[in-house]
C-alpha cells in the first residue's frame, strides 16, 4: 500500500509520486488568490465608478446642450430688441403722426419680451443697483453726490442671462465719490 500520509485527497494527481504541499504552501497560494481576487474586485469596482461617471457627464453635456443650444441665436436677436427699445426711447409719445407705428413697435417689443422670457433668457437692467462685475461691465466712472459709490447710474444697453448664464454684460456708468475741489484762486488769498 502507498503512503496513505502523502496523499492529498484534494491534488488532481494522487498517485505516489505526487507532491506533497505542505500547509504553509496551501496557506501562501490561498493567500495569493485572496490578493488577486481582491485586485480584480477593486478593478471592478474603479471600471464602475468610471462608467458612472461618464454616464454623468454625458447627461450634463446633452442637459447644458438642451438649455444653451439658443444662445447663438438668443445672441443676434438682441440687437433688434435694443433698436426697438431705443427707437421708443427717441420717438415722441405725443406726436399724432408716429402714434401707429409707435403702438405698432410697442407690441413687437412686447411679444419679443414675452418670446424671450418663454425661453429662460432674461434681462439685466441694474440701474440703480451696486455694480456687479460679473454680469456688469463699466463702460465709465462718473462722480456723484446723490448715489452710492460703486452703483449704477446709467444703463446704456440692457445685458441678458440665459438659464442664469450670462449672455451678454449691462453696459453701465458706475458711480465714485465725488473728489475734492482744487482750492481757487479767490481762497488762497
Request: no cysteine.
Amino acid at each position: 500500500m502507498a503512503d496513505e500520509h502523502n496523499l492529498d485527497p484534494q491534488s488532481p494527481d494522487t498517485g505516489a509520486d505526487a507532491p506533497v504541499e505542505s500547509s504553509e504552501d496551501l496557506g501562501a497560494r490561498v493567500q495569493a488568490l485572496e490578493e488577486q481576487l481582491a485586485a480584480a474586485q477593486d478593478q471592478s469596482l474603479r471600471v464602475a465608478a468610471d462608467l458612472q461617471n461618464v454616464r454623468r457627464r454625458a447627461e450634463q453635456d446633452v442637459e447644458k446642450a438642451h438649455k444653451f443650444a439658443l444662445e447663438k441665436f438668443a445672441s443676434d436677436l438682441l440687437p433688434v430688441v435694443d433698436s426697438l427699445e431705443r427707437g421708443l426711447e427717441l420717438s415722441s409719445p405725443d406726436d399724432e403722426s408716429i402714434k401707429a407705428v409707435r403702438e405698432g413697435m410697442e407690441l413687437t417689443l412686447k411679444l419679443f419680451h414675452d418670446t424671450l422670457k418663454r425661453y429662460q433668457l432674461e434681462a439685466v437692467d441694474p440701474h440703480g443697483a451696486p455694480f456687479n462685475p460679473e454680469h456688469h461691465q463699466a463702460m465709465a466712472m462718473e462722480e456723484s453726490t446723490h448715489a452710492e459709490p460703486g452703483s449704477v447710474l446709467k444703463v446704456f444697453q440692457k445685458g441678458y442671462l440665459l438659464n442664469g448664464r450670462l449672455l451678454r454684460p449691462a453696459m453701465v456708468v458706475v458711480s465714485k465719490a465725488p473728489s475734492e475741489a482744487p482750492p481757487s484762486i479767490n481762497e488762497k488769498a
